[in-house]
């Protein structure tokens, strides 16, 4: 009876009777479509464009064009001028330190009077969050022919000791042509300015003369003179060639203002 009676409850009991639960169909609905204004921004263009104008005390005055690229490279490009007050600023300090005469300082003040700079750079901005950049390159100086007295070219052969004389040669100027190859490495600061339009560049810079060369030519008065210009020639291109290589080694100190691409 005892049994009976149990398996009589367990038969009534609503639980025993009722169906199991079907399992829920499995949802189709895909992942919650983020609102408009959640959605990230573009990032940033990282390439930069850069145009201005530059100085290079004591070598240059002209344009120049900074090229910023992604991972912070950088190129440079510059062109411009040798202001006289430039070179004579580089010149006279040699004189008064006597490492030229002047004879000396006027033959290459003539020679290098403005005179075309092309400068040309590779970089880094080694920092993400600093305007610190890393510069080199090469600089490229030539002279398109200034002109100097025959009497100047006399008196610096004659502090020389050479015999040989421009007067009465020709009656002309002597056009001096110079070419430098040199190399400069800068370090500079950038400082970025309304909205990331306005670009300022401070830098200081080391440059040297590696290599040059010198032309000088003139008409004679008469063809057999030709052989006495060349001579002087030759002695001119002996001391204007070592004294670029020996003495055109000095700090710059640079200025750009640019404009933002």
């Not at 609503?14 to 959640?38: F, I, Q």
């Not at 502090?159 to 430098?180: E, F, K």
């Amino acid at each position: 009876m005892a049994t009976g009676a149990c398996a009589s409850v367990l038969l009534c009991s609503p639980l025993a009777a009722a169906d199991p639960p079907l399992p829920e169909p499995p949802s189709t609905a895909g992942p919650p479509t983020p609102s408009p204004a959640a959605s990230p921004s573009p990032p940033p263009s990282q390439v930069h464009v850069d145009v201005g104008a530059a100085t290079y005390f004591p070598l240059a005055v002209g344009v120049e064009s900074t090229v910023e690229l992604p991972y912070r490279l950088l190129g440079q490009i510059s062109l411009g001028w040798m202001p006289g007050a430039y070179s004579n600023t580089v010149i006279d300090v040699l004189g008064d330190f006597g490492a030229i005469n002047s004879f000396e300082q006027s033959l290459i003040k003539a020679a290098i009077d403005n005179s075309f700079v092309l400068r040309l750079s590779l970089g880094w901005r080694p920092f993400s969050t600093l305007g610190l950049e890393v510069f080199g390159g090469y600089t490229l100086l030539t002279a398109g022919g200034s002109v100097t007295g025959a009497d100047v070219v006399d008196s610096y052969l004659m502090s020389t000791g050479s015999s040989d004389r421009v007067t009465g040669l020709t009656n002309q100027g002597i056009p001096l042509r110079a070419t430098l190859h040199s190399f400069h490495a800068a370090l500079d600061y950038r400082f970025v300015l309304w909205d990331d339009r306005i670009v300022l560049r401070a830098s200081l810079a080391y440059l040297q003369c590696v290599a040059s060369s010198t032309e000088v030519t003139a008409t004679p008065l008469r063809p057999a003179g030709q052989a006495a210009l060349n001579k002087i020639n030759s002695d001119l291109q002996g001391f204007l060639n070592p004294y670029f290589t020996d003495y055109v080694k000095t700090p710059l100190i640079g200025l750009t203002a640019s404009y933002r691409f």
